[in-house]
């Protein structure tokens, strides 16, 4: 009897695992595309809204603080200074006023530590200057963060000054990366 009982038990247990081979949606899912040879005309071209007005020229004008767009950090922190403060509030109004534009925060540090830390500490600081703009009213939608580490000094000298220039992080807004 056990014989005929354990295969006959396996064999409803597969037949109830089995797949049917189609796929319903769930209500509210997201479509899979058709990436079949013939769907589709390829990648489509993507633009962001046009922005206008004069707070997307304060963004070039020298004379304004949104024209400034590294925050500084000591060295091997990535604690927002004091100093900085004004203008991380200052994009975070622009970004809350024009939902529209996108931002990209690039964390970088001075060539000091290793390749891996140094990553890990630019993108501790892109993430702290996100969370602020967010903390702030900006849309966690509009902020995108990434760690550049030590790849891109903005001096190459070997001087202390010269470290503090690329401990910072970078905010680019739409059109810019």
Do not use: W
Not at 67 to 88: E, G, H, N, T
Not at 93 to 99: A, D, E, G, I, M
Not at 150 to 171: L, V
Request: contains cysteine.
């Amino acid at each position: 009897m056990k014989k005929v009982l354990v295969p006959a038990i396996l064999a409803s247990l597969l037949a109830a695992c089995s797949s049917t081979g189609t796929f319903d949606q769930p209500a509210g899912g997201a479509a899979v595309d058709d990436r079949s040879k013939g769907a589709g005309s390829g990648v489509a071209t993507v633009t962001a809204p046009s922005a206008s007005g004069s707070g997307i020229a304060a963004l070039t004008d020298p004379n304004n603080i949104l024209s400034k767009r590294s925050v500084m950090f000591d060295f091997d922190s990535y604690v927002i200074r004091d100093d900085a403060r004004p203008l991380v509030e200052a994009h975070a109004k622009f970004l809350v006023q024009n939902p529209q534009m996108k931002m990209l925060i690039q964390g970088n540090a001075d060539e000091r530590g290793s390749r891996e830390y140094n990553l890990a500490l630019g993108q501790k600081r892109a993430d702290a200057v996100r969370k602020a703009l967010s903390l702030l009213g900006a849309k966690e939608t509009q902020i995108e963060s990434v760690s550049l580490g030590e790849e891109k000094p903005r001096c190459t000298e070997a001087t202390e000054s010269c470290f503090a220039q690329n401990r910072r992080g970078d905010m680019l807004y739409s059109g810019e990366f």
